[in-house]
T-cell receptor
Framework: SQQGEEDPQALSIQEGENATMNCSYK?????LQWYRQNSGRGLVHLIL?????REKHSGRLRVTLDTSKKSSSLLITASRAADTASYFC??????????FGQGTRLTINP | SAVISQKPSRDICQRGTSLTIQCQVD?????MFWYRQQPGQSLTLIAT?????????ESGFVIDKFPISRPNLTFSTLTVSNMSPEDSSIYLC????????????FGPGTRLTVL
């Protein structure tokens, strides 16, 4: 399987601004998930969007999914310093296996 | 939610040696997963470990290099054998939280440096 692509690879914004990250994938999926990783530690699950859903919200997070374009976006509103982390999309392509994107390194400047 | 611990959290090893990483879950799970994350890179699945059967390895990973044990439903080990500097990575275990949608919980990772 091939890993998805994320852009941008790195993003630096001011605290309070919104951050948008994009993910593209290549095959049909059951769902798409977003994870956060702080400083090379374990990943934390943020949100899951199913293939028949177009948009999902969780707190300051908004995820969209466009299966016709095989792409997803993660929006973090009103960013905080604590949001500084790497963000990964992961696609569930069946066979109970996740395929992770390359990740976006987000830095929130105070 | 599942609580997952890994031991060791980090290690520095000499070339040619082996290291066994332990992963402990606080609840019984059917499937456990082992990933490798090379410096500055994304996660790559090494293998899926089911209790009572042989692990299923992904392309590019072999049992001789990464033997895995899964003696019960809460524990697994991954051994990195005959290490070289290219094996320097973070190794993470995870479990499928729901058993339905493959939403995974991750351990804190083991940071391995091979000299």
């Amino acid at each position: 399987s091939q890993q998805g692509e994320e852009d941008p690879q790195a993003l630096s914004i001011q605290e309070g601004e919104n951050a948008t990250m994009n993910c593209s994938y290549k095959t049909s999926i059951n769902n798409l998930q977003w994870y956060r990783q702080n400083s090379g530690r374990g990943l934390v699950h943020l949100i899951l969007i199913r293939s028949n859903e177009r948009e999902k919200h969780s707190g300051r997070l908004r995820v969209t999914l466009d299966t016709s374009k095989k792409s997803s976006s993660l929006l973090i509103t009103a960013s905080r310093a604590a949001d500084t982390a790497s963000y990964f999309c992961a696609t569930d392509e069946g066979a109970q296996k996740l395929v992770f994107g390359q990740g976006t390194r987000l830095t929130i400047n105070p | 939610s599942a609580v997952i611990s890994q031991k060791p959290s980090r290690d520095i090893c000499q070339r040619g040696t082996s290291l066994t990483i332990q992963c402990q879950v606080d609840s019984q799970v059917t499937m456990m997963f082992w990933y490798r994350q090379q410096p500055g890179q994304s996660l790559t699945l090494i293998a899926t470990a089911n209790q009572g059967s042989e692990a299923t390895y992904e392309s590019g990973f072999v049992i001789d290099k990464f033997p895995i044990s899964r003696p019960n439903l809460t524990f697994s080990t991954l051994t990195v054998s005959n290490m070289s500097p290219e094996d320097s990575s973070i190794y993470l275990c995870s479990v499928d939280r729901t058993g339905v949608e493959n939403e995974q919980f991750f351990g804190p990772g083991t940071r391995l440096t091979v000299l």
